[in-house]
């Protein structure tokens, strides 16, 4: 079974510039994660989506969104970039189904340099 | 900063012995996860331990979780050089996963 892929792998882009991160969950799962790692921050839940609805969402500015398509693909999209959203970016997916949040499978992740 | 806590940071042993990380989180809790990150594999799950669970084995990893005092630990036994990676714990918390530091560990061949 195929894992979770997400794309671009790198990215480099300039302040005030906006993004748009893509993540293909495996096969079946219906919710999709996004985290942000940093060294300062370590990780922090941004949202999760399931079945094309925003589920749960973390700490984080609207500048920050997301959206899950049909198939569960999602896209995570960072608008008016700033110097502090250079992170690594990472997408989980799991079932969904059960009661809290479950076994999370995690992708390779996006690194998002802003300059 | 809503992290947990884990403790220690960094720890270094030789192989084949056994390494204990603990975690530590701040609200109440419907299950605690525990991951594995290296520039290998990337973020690994490891075992997951709900809150009306107090200990839980999986292979060479024992996880003890204690709701009353808000902690879990991870203990790996026998140790090898492909543990080496940075540990997670991460807890349910309304639905949201908390995530400790990490611990670094660092196996010694």
């Known amino acids: 079974k195929a894992g979770v892929t997400q794309t671009p792998r790198y990215l480099i882009k300039t302040r005030g510039q906006q993004v748009t991160l893509s993540c293909s969950p495996i096969s079946g799962h219906r919710s999709v994660s996004w985290y942000q790692q940093t060294p300062g921050q370590g990780l922090q839940f941004l949202f999760e989506?399931?079945?094309?609805?925003?589920?749960n969402k973390g700490n984080f500015p609207g500048r920050f969104s997301g959206r899950q398509f049909s198939n569960s693909r999602s896209e995570m999209n960072v608008s008016t970039l700033e110097l502090g959203d250079s992170a690594l970016y990472l997408c989980?997916?799991?079932?969904?189904?059960?009661?809290?949040?479950?076994?999370?499978?995690f992708g390779p992740g996006t690194r998002l340099t802003v300059l | 900063s809503q992290q947990g806590e884990e403790d220690p940071q960094a720890l270094s042993i030789q192989e084949g012995e056994n390494a204990t990380m603990n975690c530590s989180y701040k609200?109440?809790?419907?299950?605690l996860q525990w991951y594995r990150q290296n520039s290998g594999r990337g973020l690994v799950h490891l075992i997951l331990?709900?809150?009306n669970e107090r200990e839980k084995h999986s292979g060479r990893l024992r996880v003890t979780l204690d709701t009353s005092k808000k902690s879990s630990s991870l203990l790996i036994t026998a140790s090898r050089a492909a543990d080496t990676a940075s540990y997670f714990c991460?807890?349910?918390?309304?639905?949201?996963?908390?995530w400790g530091a990490g611990t670094k560990l660092i196996i010694k061949p």
């Open positions: 609200t109440s809790i419907n299950n």
């Open positions: 989980a997916s799991s079932w969904g189904i059960l009661a809290g949040v479950n076994e999370q499978f």
């Open positions: 991460a807890s349910d918390s309304n639905y949201q996963l908390i």
């Open positions: 331990i709900r809150s």
């Open positions: 989506y399931f079945s094309e609805t925003q589920r």
